[in-house]
């Protein structure tokens, strides 16, 4: 019945009570490659490429594609203006091609390069770290005063990964803490990629902010591999460890239901949601909800679907819709994406809600 809910609710995003959501901090610049391998021949899977490089293949030609705009934060910005929302985008703006990003912007320094490699229908990325010199809070306040931050409606919070200063943006939300209700979506990006130790930082600032500050109510959004690196560092004393791996046929969304829960539990933080090609599953202090993906089709691009999730989970959580409700808008938008490559304003959400017959 979410999907049914949502429909319902659509016309609360084309009213024109719009929220303004502040996303941060990354930026990057996405330069997209076709590869060729043996023979000549353009490589369309990436199970291709391992063959090749299974069989002793060692020498592949990059054919440039294009170059877009990129980044967790850029993606979710540009989805929550899709919706309608008042978007501004706080990030490492300094490029042309960031200009043509279609909401407010403030730039705190140059993109990182990411090297995307694309098949038919998956794509292999290939990013730079993240600003040499370091990352934080400072660095947003020198853009941005910190009344706006805390005075927007919610937040998106992205690449953590990258920029590991996250943490003192929560560190400054427990002092200095938001007068109302502030609804602040966490995606840390792929956290499956470091070490794990270093996670603890991270999941103790989310903790502490969400605690201190009672306006505040943190809601922490991962994919399936994510959600078990996470479970891996809370551990199975909290009752979350136990992957069971990314592929669809390997999970279980009741095992995942009850993972979900666990780690929300074990942070203490208002929700935690793991977004994936199947099904989203939610946890908040109140209840657990698991929600099948609708139909994408063939897919046609899959990166920055997840940061399109983000998006539009933030625009039914700031709208205190309920749990289900905003899981079907955060999977709806990446299902937009993942089966036409553009980004979903709501009649594309209803298109997708209602196909064509």
Known sequence: ????????????????????????????????????????????TADGFAAQLADGGRSFSLEPLEERPGGQAVNAAVQVHALGDAATLVGHLDHPVLSEVPVETRSMGEPRTVRVVAFAADELLFAEPGPADGWGVEDLLAVVDWERVVGADALCCANWVSFRGLESVFERLASDPPEKRHPVVVDPGPIDTVDPAALEGLFDGLSNADSAAPATEIVLSVNPAELDAAAAVVGSGAGVAGGTGNGPADRDRDRDRDRVAALRSALDITGVVCHGPDAAVGATRDETRSLGMVSVGEPQRTTGAGDRFSGGLACGVVRDWPLETALALGNACAARFVGTGVTADPAAVRSVLEPEP
């Open 1 to 44: 019945m979410s999907y049914d809910d949502l429909r319902d609710r659509l016309d609360d995003l084309e009213s024109g009570d719009d929220r303004r959501i502040v996303s941060f901090p990354d930026g990057s610049i996405d330069r997209w490659y076709a590869l060729t391998g043996r023979g000549g021949d353009r490589l369309e």
